[in-house]
């Protein structure tokens, strides 16, 4: 079965870090290029970084770059978004979205499979 979940979402105080995970089974994500996105309170989805199958190139949202890393894992199946620094304004639920094609065609047409998401709540 195809599948992309989420995880490591949880409740973190702000200027603390979480470490989110994407893992895709079914299928291999060595041809598919991995896009975050995230959704907050009453807000309309935003693409937060996304990773390139070619050459792992990465791009961020300006409002994110300098704390947010997106990386692949050893096991190729497997992407990371590290979070630091997190403020209230990140509370969101965040989703990975991938497709067998280079980031920028995530943005135009959107990803083949998407997750469930992962719940993020920054607050003291």
């Known amino acids: 079965q195809v599948q992309v979940v989420e995880s490591g979402g949880g409740l973190v105080q702000p200027g603390g870090s979480l470490r989110l995970s994407c893992r895709a089974s079914g299928f291999s994500l060595d041809y598919y290029s991995i896009a975050w996105f995230r959704q907050g309170p009453g807000k309309e989805r935003e693409e937060v970084s996304c990773?390139?199958?070619?050459?792992?190139?990465?791009t961020y949202a300006d409002s994110l770059k300098g704390r947010f890393t997106v990386s692949r894992g050893d096991d190729k199946n497997t992407v990371y978004l590290q979070m630091e620094s997190l403020k209230s304004d990140d509370t969101a639920i965040y989703y990975c979205?991938?497709?067998?094609?280079?980031?920028?065609?995530?943005?135009?047409?959107?990803?083949?499979?998407w997750g469930k998401g992962t719940l993020v709540v920054v607050s003291s």
């Open positions: 990773i390139n199958s070619s050459d792992r190139s990465a």
């Open positions: 979205g991938t497709k067998r094609s280079l980031c920028p065609n995530i943005a135009r047409y959107g990803p083949d499979f």
